[in-house]
RNA sequence: GGGCGAUUAGCGCAGCGGUAGCGCACUUCCCUGACACGGAAGGGGUCACAGGUCCGAUUCCUGUAUCGCCCACCA
């Protein structure tokens, strides 16, 4: 390096150290990843998922959003104008019970929005004695607000030092005024077409919540149970069933065989008493009764499955509920009910959990020497609503509905059509969404009874006998949106006519997080609020997304967008695999395996991590692997280093026609080959190629180009350094989409005036008279002349008197002849083509 | 029970109808004028198993096993 050199330049860093800092703000300052906005043609835009902020960060954020990050860079290279906006999810069930664990409060819908409202705690802990304050829900939505704005920041920090190219002005929440508008919205436009309706009817229940849960949301684990046999009453005989829940035997609406089964044929028609109750009950037959499961014969409570819910919705059955919305045996003996002794039996159970009324009947039955034999322990598959503890029940109620093709196969088959248009990356993902749709039984129950979250704009008018008239809802129109029809009333009403006869009440539910989740794209590109941005941004090119959430998130966006406009909401959909711990474990909080991603990026730089990313294909499981980061980190150094050696040569540029040795005319053509390669592979969203086909290129770039030209590149050879200047812009465009920070770095050495090397164009190939064979069979060359010369352990830079090299491609390479003299120190070179073996021979 | 994916060197992964690849780790050598947070070279694999198609199969087909995920099963 000259002198002068180095009073033109600040001295060039050697590593990747303290580069993100310096240009996150620059990129920042300059807006390099505004969204321009100019048409609809050249506009590429992405339906970012939404991170939940009040969960904790987890390095697994770090991996998907990367695989996202370096298409935005790839479509902006390729003169894209990307629409990438971040939204957050701070909506739903953990931001609800963190809110009211950090700020010690609870809602309560009959209150009034109260603004001068504060809060008992501001986290730390709560005393003693503490008591949960009562707010309002319009409170309760400003104390989350506020409290997700904290985490906001913090999954903001680790976006920016990621280097995600986001446009940070274009940001969403999911529970803020415009996301509830554009629920509420949606929902009206739902109901105006029939889409939306409710009904009483079975729903499946979680206890523990106490809300009513969608088919999405539930997941079986394994559950201990007891079989126990029980001995109904016939005439002149006992009838045996068997089950795992006795504790619903007062439910008991019938008994259910199979229409085939020899065994109780002979029942038909007359009807049995149910053990300690003494309720009648008929026997009835109906195919889903399996003969070989437990006595063959069933009982049939309103509800314990699905089955029951099956026979009893076909059979027309009554309904004799006896669990309450919180799980336990109802406190009153229902009126069916009717012998002294059942009615004593009833009282024993009243208010018990299922799981002690379990246990209680059995020592019931026993007592009575209704059970045949001892309760016999048995391990079978339950559902739970993911985040709770208990099994689900099912429980009659009220609740809304969105069509989702259940039970319309004209949709269901639209549906399939959409997942047919739409592509997957990797497409064989697409499976999961013709599994789920193909396997949709019930209509997507959205009503929640929960108080966090986006509620129904709804208002119904009560009756002069103080009745709730659910058939008569009051709607607001669409500029009064958003609602809280909890404490404002509709057009036309006093608030004081709330709850009165005459009045009106709200509908106190909200909705499913999944259902403001399911309009992202409509949220993000401004639906209803800027109808230009929405011509130019809808329907969006990509939605990335984790492949666990294909049966909600992304089925129940396809379904909004599909009953809103007859449209696919995105092109693609980019499915990230999981991310596993090193042990091959799903990392999970509950594991305690999880990584703080701040750790690895502080440690290895934020290239490294998004090189350990970026090198994991779509919706393959990765394992945490740090030692792929620190490969990241020598590549980025490397890249680093390649650079300052070629920019420190004098008289450097990079223009092409300087460029006239054979040599340096096969190199670019074979850089070339890997700007097309890594193209199509972008293209087809196979990031982890691109990036490795461009890796393998550059060491390949460094150890044989560079060291077969650096003599010449020394005494000033024009061709050498246009050479060099050249493929050096290409290899950082190409390297910039996974590396933005030291590609970013070494473009300012190269380009100390001009624009972010994430607004420089991809690479074009150029054509050059020479094939790429020349380069390629020279590297060979060369690098079998230092194997020979480390094999006689000879240093590389011991002066030989001869080296020949032969076979064939030996001729190809003889454009390199004297470049191959120079590398190897070699005061002659001679080619054998001829030879039948490839190889190379030296002589000292 | 149905579906999807995986199985290739000690580890992590590519690949493909024609002599088995990359990186890490390992061994040896080298502070060579971009880089020691570096470089050069080397050893290491019956491509899970069994059949089939083919001149030829790690690759295509069928089946089996193991692992992972999704759905169904909850008497």
Redesign the pocket.
């Known amino acids: ?1 000259s002198e002068e050199g180095n009073k033109e330049q600040p001295e060039r860093a ?4 303290g580069l993100e800092k310096k240009w996150t703000k620059w990129w920042s300052e300059k807006e390099v990843y505004k969204y321009r906005g100019k048409d609809r043609a050249s506009t590429y835009s992405i339906d970012t998922p939404p991170p939940t902020v009040s969960g904790h960060l987890h390095v697994g954020h770090v991996f998907s959003y990367t695989h996202t990050d370096v298409m935005a860079r790839y479509k902006r290279m390729k003169g894209f104008d990307v629409f990438y906006p971040m939204g957050w999810d701070d909506n739903g069930l953990p931001t609800e019970r963190r809110v009211q664990n950090y700020y010690g409060v609870y809602v309560d819908t009959s209150l009034k929005f109260d603004p001068s409202f504060l809060p008992p705690l501001e986290g730390g802990k709560a005393p003693k004695d503490f008591k949960a304050a009562p707010c309002s829900r319009e409170n309760f939505i400003k104390l989350c607000e506020n409290l997700s704005r904290k985490d906001e920041e913090q999954f903001k920090d680790l976006w920016v030092k990621l280097g995600l190219s986001v446009d940070w002005s274009m940001t969403y929440h999911t529970i803020g005024r415009e996301c509830r508008r554009i629920s509420q919205l949606a929902f009206l436009e739902n109901l105006k077409r029939g889409e939306a309706y409710q009904k009483v009817a079975p729903v499946l229940w979680d206890t523990t919540f106490q809300t009513a849960v969608s ?2 949301e ?3 684990r394994e ?1 201990p ?1 007891f ?1 126990h046999k029980l001995l109904f009453h016939a005439d002149g005989e006992d009838v045996a ?5 006795p504790e619903l035997l007062a439910a008991c609406v019938a008994l ?3 229409p085939k089964d020899p065994r109780y044929l002979h029942l038909k028609g007359k009807s049995v008493k149910t053990p300690l109750f003494g309720v009648e009950v008929p026997v009835l037959f109906h195919e ?3 003969m070989d ?7 049939c409570c309103t509800f ?4 029951d819910v099956e026979w009893w919705r076909e059979m027309s059955l009554p309904v004799r509920p006896i669990l309450t919305k919180a799980g336990r045996i109802s406190s009153q003996v229902p009126d069916w009910i009717q012998t002294q002794k059942g009615k004593e039996a009833f009282e024993k159970l009243e208010n018990l959990t299922a799981f002690s009324a379990r246990k209680e009947i059995a020592s019931l039955l026993k007592e009575s020497g209704e059970m045949e034999g001892e309760p016999v322990p ?1 391990s ?4 739970f609503y993911e985040k709770g503890s208990k ?2 029940e099912i429980l009659p109620s009220r609740q809304w509905y969105i069509i989702n093709g259940s039970h319309d196969e004209k949709l269901r088959s639209d549906l399939l059509e959409c997942g047919e248009k739409l592509s997957f990356h990797p497409a ?2 697409k ?2 969404y013709d ?2 749709v193909e ?1 949709l ?1 019930e209509d997507w129950l959205i009503s929640r009874q929960r108080f966090f979250g986006i509620p129904f704009p709804i208002w119904y008018r009560v009756k002069e006998n103080g009745e709730t008239d659910y058939l008569s809802p009051i709607l607001p129109s669409e500029e009064d949106l958003p609602v809280d029809p909890s404490s404002s009333a509709p057009r036309g009403f006093k608030e004081e006519m709330r709850g009165k006869g005459g009045g009106f009440a709200a509908e106190p539910d909200v909705m499913d997080t999944w259902a403001g989740s399911s309009l992202t794209p409509l949220l993000a590109s401004g639906w209803k609020r800027d109808g230009e941005l929405f011509e130019k941004t809808f329907p969006m090119d990509l939605r990335p997304q984790g ?2 959430i294909i ?1 909600t998130w992304l089925f129940d966006t396809v379904l909004r967008s599909w009953l809103e406009f007859k449209k696919l909401p995105w092109k693609e959909a980019a499915l990230s695999g ?1 991310i596993l711990d090193p042990d ?1 474990k ?1 990392m999970s909080k509950s594991k305690g395996n999880v990584v703080v991603p701040k750790e690895p990026i502080e440690a290895y730089g934020p290239d490294a991590v998004r090189y350990w990313a970026s ?3 779509l ?5 945490y ?1 740090e ?2 980061m ?2 990241g ?2 590549l980025a ?2 890249i680093l ?2 650079s ?2 070629i920019l ?1 040569l004098k008289g450097s540029e990079a223009e092409l026609s300087k460029v006239d040795s054979p040599l340096d005319l096969s190199l670019l053509s074979s850089l070339s080959e890997i700007e097309k390669k890594a193209a199509c592979a972008m293209e087809s969203f ?1 990031h ?2 691109a990036l ?1 086909e461009t890796e ?1 290129f550059f ?1 390949s770039f ?2 044989d180009y ?2 077969l030209v ?1 003599d010449r590149a ?1 005494k000033g050879d024009e061709s050498a350094l246009n050479a060099l200047r050249l493929s050096l812009d290409s290899l950082l465009s190409l390297f910039a989409p996974f590396l933005p920070f030291v590609t970013e770095e070494a473009w300012h050495w190269a380009h100390p005036e001009g624009l972010s090397v994430h607004l420089s164009s991809w690479p074009r190939p150029l054509e050059t008279s020479q094939s790429p064979e020349g380069f390629k069979k020279a590297a060979l060359f060369l ?1 079998l002349l ?2 020979e ?3 006689k ?1 000879v ?3 011991t002066e030989v008197k001869k080296a020949v090299v032969f076979g064939p491609g030996s001729d190809e390479a003889r454009i390199a002849s004297n470049d191959l003299k120079a590398a190897v120190h070699a005061l002659k070179i001679e080619f054998d083509p001829a030879a039948p073996e490839t190889g190379v021979r030296i002589e000292f």
């Open positions: 390096m050697k590593t990747v150290d088919q999405a539930l997941e079986s559950y149970g079989y069933i068997e089950t795992t829940r259910i065989a199979n889903a009764a399996q499961k437990g006595a063959g014969i069933a009982m314990g499955d699905a089955t048995t079978r598959m339950a559902n099994p689900i064989f993902m499976r999961r599994n789920w396997g039984s492949q666990d049966r999981w091959h799903k090198s994991a294909r919706g393959v499981d990765t394992a692997d030692g792929e620190k490969i980190r020598r150094n490397k280093n390649a300052k050696f420190d196979d982890a190629s490795h393998a060491w460094c150890d560079i060291e650096k020394y690098s230092r194997k010369k480390s094999e352990k240093s590389l830079k």
